[in-house]
């Protein structure tokens, strides 16, 4: 059982920057690829980024291309998403979520992910 915590949400105006950080319990943090998943009020679950399990690689939805970083700190099993060029569209409760799926190819999808974190809010003032 891996669990997740997320923290670093809060209240920013529209061109601000957040930094979220996503603490996991497991030891064997390295064996799992990382995500961050994102919810507004009234939509379904939608895919923001998501590392591999060294790092090496990294996927984001178009939404966030450019604007948004996931990285990675494996000896401290944390992962990360620096956001910058926050918009007010940007505003949902963010997941991160750890896979053990062999494809990164479905990275992009929250069936490929076994552990779930409790979110957290991220309100962007325009």
């Known amino acids: 059982q891996v669990h997740l915590a997320e923290s670093g949400g809060g209240l920013v105006q529209a061109g601000g920057s957040l930094r979220l950080s996503c603490a996991a319990s497991?030891?064997?943090?390295?064996?799992?690829?990382m995500g961050w998943f994102r919810q507004a009020p009234g939509k379904g679950r939608e895919f923001v980024a998501a590392v591999t399990r060294s790092g090496g690689s990294t996927y984001y939805a178009d939404s966030v291309k450019g604007r948004f970083t996931i990285s990675r700190e494996n000896a401290k099993n944390t992962v990360y998403l620096q956001m910058n060029s926050l918009k007010p569209e940007d505003t949902a409760v963010y997941y991160c979520?750890?896979?053990?799926?062999?494809?990164?190819?479905?990275?992009?999808?929250?069936?490929?992910?076994?552990?779930w974190g409790q979110g957290t809010q991220v309100t962007v003032s325009s």
């Open positions: 979520a750890a896979s053990n799926s062999p494809y990164n190819t479905r990275l992009y999808y929250t069936s490929a992910y076994a552990y």
């Open positions: 497991e030891r064997t943090f390295s064996n799992y690829a």
